[in-house]
């Protein structure tokens, strides 16, 4: 039976997947929703082997074969040890391994060689690479990290708009908007904060810098406060590689990276492939090459 590979990248937005022939020549792609193992565990799992399914589909293969795929998964959220274990027996492949998101993207955006990689997206995490080593920097999640997360934007825009709402600070075109979505009542507010999700408050996050390249105070206080912990996190990645290549990933790279310190800024360079190319790389490297022999 042919073999196959499978590339997973899943975030707390979206899920992304890709099959591969054994030699790692993509032959097709699916997508699906949120999966971020730590905050939703099972819906991680559904929409896992939904965007599964969809590659499989698109490369015009046998959905049954994925039962017989060998599968290296980057997930948000795989920083919690008893989450890991609970979902991978649960997965519908016939061996799986699950990294960070983080560690696909690193091998993606750099291919081979030192540097380092900033995700900025729903959440946040950094991975410098120096020979052999590969060091973490962040990805604890929303409820301890992911400063500067499309996440943490949006929970501080709608803080920002209830202390706006009693006159703790001030009001701006950017707090009413907020307030409005939710029919002037910080009630509803509250109550959708109570439910929410990463993911949900993350659908704030380009609000965000729409305002603060109007102008808007609050949108600016916001953003620059978010830009400032990330270039923090940027320099301790450069005290690990001396500098060196820096590839800025995730939905919000393109908006942040104008309010980054010029000392990233320099250092920044285009990303050699995606995500998904970098899961099928590992793939490749963890499920092939073991079996050959192949150092």
Not at 87 to 100: D, G, K
Not at 141 to 169: T, V
Not at 199 to 207: E, I, L, M, T, V
Request: charged content about 15%; overall charge negative; glycine content about 14%.
């Amino acid at each position: 039976m042919q073999r196959y590979l499978v590339g997973v990248d899943g975030g707390g937005t979206s899920c992304r997947a890709a099959v591969a022939d054994a030699d790692g020549k993509i032959l097709g792609r699916g997508k699906s929703g949120a999966s971020n193992i730590m905050s939703a565990p099972d819906q991680a799992i559904v929409n896992i082997t939904d965007a599964a399914r969809a590659a499989f589909a698109d490369a015009g293969l046998d959905i049954g074969l994925l039962s017989h795929a060998s599968a290296y998964l980057g997930l948000a959220g795989n920083n919690v040890e008893n989450t890991v274990s609970y979902v991978l027996p649960r997965l519908p492949f016939a061996q799986s391994l699950i990294e960070s998101d983080g560690m696909i993207a690193l091998q993606g955006a750099l291919g081979e060689g030192d540097g380092a990689v900033a995700i900025l997206g729903t959440g946040t995490i950094y991975l410098a690479r120096t020979g052999n080593d590969i060091h973490t920097i962040g990805g604890w999640g929303y409820h301890l990290g992911d400063l500067g997360s499309g996440a943490r934007l949006g929970q501080q825009a709608l803080q920002q708009s209830l202390l706006a709402y009693d006159g703790i600070a001030a009001s701006t075109p950017f707090t009413r908007s907020l307030l409005e979505e939710f029919e002037a009542s910080p009630r509803r507010m509250v109550a959708f904060s109570q439910a929410a999700k990463p993911g949900d408050f993350g659908r704030y996050a380009p609000r965000v810098f729409d305002f603060a390249s109007a102008g808007d105070e609050a949108a600016l206080s916001i953003l620059h406060q978010s830009a400032g912990f990330i270039d923090v996190a940027l320099d301790r990645v450069s005290e690990i590689t001396g500098g060196g290549r820096l590839c800025l990933l995730g939905g919000l790279s393109g908006l942040y990276a104008p309010f980054l310190s010029a000392r990233h800024k320099e250092r920044l360079v285009e990303p050699v492939a995606d995500a998904l190319s970098g899961a099928i790389a590992l793939a490749k490297g963890t499920f092939i090459h073991q079996e050959r022999g192949v150092a």
